[in-house]
């Protein structure tokens, strides 16, 4: 039996440090309207769903400082901390002790998929669970309250998380022709441009024979012809 069991009230129980190993299902059955609940400190390493359930009223549940062992054995609890946190539940952590790819980490961090490798018995009911869950989460725009609570009088919120845009279908189409007329328009402009800069080129190649034949005859035209130098050549004779 617990040593240290402390009532804050008719709807509170305290049981932390008191080298707890289980928490039976009896407990539940005879405390049915618990709205706080303490087990800190103690020899925790699961907790079957069965018992949890049977708290219908809880809305505090402290659970830190225990050897918790995040097998398989552990995915009721999981799933039940999911669903107590998603009504509005606080929990201050829940940090697994063994296991060396889980050891260290807040159990509700952990993702469902690393618990596929579970026996038959366990792996198709996790499964089933996990996209129910992740829809809930995700519809609701807010996971409950998860921080500390009880130790200093105070507990964090977490931020809501906004919900999803529904697809705008009339705002799509008219992005995708938005988007059409401008490219229509650059490449009209482009196309524009490259016609420009042909007939600019043939226009300066035109230009530049023409120059060169002009300057070919110049210097026949500035020394005269033969026929043009003859008189002259018989006058000074």
């Known amino acids: 039996m617990p040593k240290n069991i402390i009532y804050f009230g008719a709807k509170e129980l305290d049981l932390s440090s008191n080298g707890i190993f289980t928490l039976k299902e009896s407990?539940?059955?005879?405390?049915?309207?618990?709205?706080?609940?303490?087990?800190?400190?103690?020899?925790?390493?699961?907790?079957?769903?069965s018992v949890l359930e049977s708290f219908t009223n809880?809305?505090?549940f402290l659970v830190k400082a225990n050897p918790w062992q995040c097998s398989c054995n552990i995915m009721g609890l999981k799933l039940w901390l999911e669903n107590f946190l998603y009504k509005?539940?606080?929990?201050?952590?829940?940090?697994?002790k063994s296991l060396d790819n889980r050891k260290g980490r807040d159990l509700l961090k952990i993702p469902f998929e690393i618990y596929k490798s579970c026996p038959p018995m366990t792996?198709?009911?996790v499964m089933a669970n996990i996209h129910h869950h992740n829809i809930e989460h995700r519809s609701n725009g807010k996971h409950g309250l998860h921080g500390d609570y009880g130790d200093g009088g105070t507990h964090s919120e977490c931020e809501p998380k906004p919900k999803p845009r529904p697809a705008n279908l009339r705002h799509a189409i008219a992005t995708v022709v938005i988007t059409g007329v401008v490219c229509g328009i650059v490449c009209l402009m482009m196309m524009a441009a490259a016609i420009y800069g042909c007939a600019y080129a043939a226009i300066m190649a035109k230009y530049h024979r023409e120059l060169k034949e002009v300057e070919h005859l110049a210097p026949v035209n500035e020394h005269g012809s033969p026929e043009e130098k003859e008189p002259l050549d018989n006058y000074l004779a």
Do not use: M
């Open 58 to 60: 809880l809305k505090v």
């Open 123 to 125: 792996a198709p009911y």
């Open 27 to 49: 407990l539940g059955n005879s405390t049915k309207n618990l709205t706080f609940l303490g087990v800190k400190h103690n020899q925790l390493q699961w907790v079957d769903r």
């Open 88 to 96: 509005g539940g606080i929990l201050d952590e829940l940090i697994c």
